[in-house]
């Protein structure tokens, strides 16, 4: 198990929207990435993160430096890996993990 990981992510802040609608919008981005768009674009398209501006990059990052849902979801998946929705306290995320 890594000690230290690289992730991009996008996320869909519950601050600027209805949950609803957020969750509304993260679903039809996982669909719209799952099917083959490219994640960098959709996040500078998108995301609410400060991040998107960079496709989402997080860099690198260790245990205990992330909120503990999305270090769970992103510790969890593999290199090139997609995650499901995460919900946290900003909002919903999709990750991935890049290294």
């Given at each position: 198990?890594?000690?230290?990981?690289?992730?991009?992510?996008?996320?869909?802040?519950?601050?600027?929207?209805?949950?609803?609608?957020?969750?509304?919008?993260?679903?039809?981005?996982?669909?719209?990435?799952?099917?083959?768009?490219?994640?960098?674009?959709?996040a500078?398209?998108?995301?609410d993160?400060?991040?998107?501006?960079?496709?989402?990059d997080?860099?690198?990052f260790?245990?205990?430096?992330?909120?503990?849902?999305f270090?769970?979801?992103?510790?969890?998946?593999?290199?090139?890996?997609?995650s499901?929705?995460?919900?946290?306290?900003?909002?919903?995320?999709?990750?991935?993990?890049?290294?």
């Amino acid at each position: 198990m890594p000690d230290q990981i690289r992730a991009s992510h996008i996320l869909v802040s519950t601050d600027t929207r209805s949950k609803e609608d957020a969750k509304a919008e993260i679903e039809a981005l996982h669909k719209k990435i799952s099917a083959g768009a490219d994640f960098a674009d959709a996040a500078r398209e998108v995301s609410d993160c400060p991040s998107g501006s960079g496709g989402g990059d997080l860099g690198h990052f260790g245990r205990g430096m992330m909120v503990p849902e999305f270090e769970q979801a992103a510790f969890d998946l593999e290199v090139g890996g997609l995650s499901d929705i995460v919900e946290t306290d900003f909002g919903y995320h999709l990750i991935l993990r890049t290294e």
